[in-house]
């Protein structure tokens, strides 16, 4: 089966407005109290929080909700600074539940804003900054309520994975130019299949390894989100295993036979802590191999720079 067959490419996107705006008359006085040659515009600006965090705040918590979702489901395509990743097929429907709850969230909470948390949000900036002579509140600052919910954005799009083979716009080129970009893109999907190979290593490697610090220090404490985490992984392995490396489907298996436990169960069992440590060395040997962990670490991080 090809890249093609199995997943889809996956883009989600929010804007969030930041609650700041520079306030250049402020700027412009704190250079002047200190003498700065230049203005402002050597000293810097003073950025005015308009709108209290705790605003933004429900909606920061959705795109977290969602990112989270994304990186538990999917590995980057090309590259993780691109925000497209890769959604195997059999995560289509889990994501599409996740999305579905974060619109419907978002909804109502730009619904609050539009009828009573805008007002709310203004008067107690009104209080917090103070709207007396001398105070920091300014009227202009804060648009209608209207243009400051349209500041507000969430949108996705899931797309098929392009193939060298389906570029219908490549028969108006020359063959030897349509060649060339079909090659291009199949190096370009082959290098991406291995950096979301890499990464699934990584992510495997980081796991293992905090699991293992954890139940080697003196005194383990021992999170049930750090173990549900870790079920979470095994569990996915086959789906992310784009490329069937044996490696990672033997060591999905080896995580969800030894590794999908509890945290009570392991909590005061110094044996199977033990054991689960040795499971843990077990995984990272198979995934990388102590010379392929230097390396992709490397790659992924940078780290030895």
Known sequence: MTLQTKAVLLHAAFSIPSGRRVDKVISDKVA??????????Q?????????????????MTIKRTV???????????LHENDKMYILPNGKIMD??????KAESNWNSHLLELRTSKYDEALNEARKRLNDQNGGMFLEDDYPSVEKFISK?????FIRPIPD???????????????????????????GSMETAKECLFSRIYNEMDKLRSILE?????????????????????????????ERLEEVGSIMERELCLSADQLRGDEARQDEVIEVANTVINKV???????????KLYGYRS
């Not at 002047?32 to 515009?41: A, C, E, H, K, L």
């Not at 060298?164 to 082959?190: D, G, N, P, Q, Y």
């Open 32 to 41: 002047d109290d200190y003498n700065v040659s230049g203005g402002r515009v």
């Open 43 to 59: 000293s810097g600006n003073f950025n005015k929080i308009t709108i209290a965090s705790s605003y933004l705040k429900p909606f």
């Open 67 to 77: 990112e989270q979702a994304i990186e538990r489901m999917t590995l980057p395509y």
């Open 95 to 100: 994501f599409a539940d996740v999305w579905r």
């Open 152 to 156: 507000f954005n969430i949108e996705k």
């Open 164 to 190: 060298e083979h389906s570029m219908e716009f490549l028969t108006s080129v020359s063959e030897l130019e349509a060649a060339s970009i079909r090659k291009e893109v199949k190096e370009s999907i082959e």
């Open 217 to 245: 220090s003196d005194s383990p404490r021992i999170f049930e989100a750090r173990m549900e985490r870790i079920q979470q992984l095994a569990k996915s392995i086959k789906d992310l295993n784009f490329t069937d490396d």
């Open 288 to 298: 990388c191999g102590y010379d392929e962990i230097d390396n992709t670490m490397e």
